[in-house]
């Protein structure tokens, strides 16, 4: 079945960029998504991305699709400690997400 | 965007009771989804429910244990059954337009299971 692959951990200081990536196995994704879940409390859809789309830009929010590697990326400019959360890819694919297992993003100062 | 709220936000409950969560949405949807997260772990489908059509479940989850109920288009419940403390879990209602774009997600029931 399909696959979400995400690294577990990423720290980086205030300030930096924060790249978090994420590798998919369906061929035929439509969309993928970036979700931000802070401690205790739900799921913020932060910007998905559509298939025939390379790039989605958002504020500080920038994604990258590839699709012929089947690479997702998050990049978080001028990461603040606000940002510190985990960060979940999704792939909708048959009709439901399919998540990764989130990457948590610690911000130091 | 989708507004969606959830009740109860967390509740402890015996082992062998029942707890059925509410799930409200400030704007009609057709398709609303029940997902879980156990502790430390990421979200899994446990069914679709659409309006006037039986819920569908994903493999692993069963109507018995997870009866789901949707009667309009803004609001659904979720009842988990004859709990164990397996079922500790945050609970999540999910919002989405047919064919995928925005997906939104409720802030979550927190169960405890003792």
């Known amino acids: 079945g399909e696959d979400v692959e995400q690294s577990l951990f990423l720290s980086v200081r205030e300030g930096d960029s924060s790249v978090i990536n994420c590798t998919y196995t369906?061929?035929?994704?439509?969309?993928l998504y970036w979700y931000k879940q802070e401690p205790g409390a739900g799921l913020q859809l932060l910007t998905y991305?559509?298939?025939?789309?390379d790039m989605k830009q958002d504020q500080r929010l920038t994604v990258l699709l590839n699709k012929k590697d089947k690479h997702l990326s998050l990049r978080i400019a001028d990461t603040q400690t606000g940002d510190s959360a985990i960060y979940f890819c999704a792939d909708f694919h048959g009709g439901k997400l399919i998540f990764g297992q989130g990457t948590e993003l610690s911000v130091k100062p | 965007s989708a507004v969606i709220s959830q009740k109860p936000s967390r509740d402890i409950c015996q082992r062998g009771t029942s707890l059925t969560i509410q799930c409200q949405v400030d704007?009609?949807?057709?398709?609303m989804f029940w997902y879980r997260q156990q502790p430390g772990q990421s979200l899994t489908l446990i069914a679709t429910?659409?309006?006037?059509?039986?819920?569908?479940?994903e493999s692993g989850f069963v109507i018995d244990k997870f009866p789901i109920s949707r009667p309009n288009l803004t609001f659904s419940t979720l009842t988990v059954s004859n709990m164990s403390p397996e079922d500790s879990s945050i609970y999540l209602c999910?919002?989405?337009?047919?064919?995928?774009?925005?997906?939104?997600f409720g802030p979550g029931t927190r169960l405890t299971v003792t």
């Open positions: 429910a659409n309006q006037g059509s039986e819920a569908t479940y």
């Open positions: 704007s009609q949807v057709t398709m």
């Open positions: 999910s919002v989405g337009v047919e064919g995928g774009g925005e997906q939104y």
């Open positions: 991305i559509f298939s025939n789309m």
């Open positions: 369906d061929s035929s994704s439509t969309y």
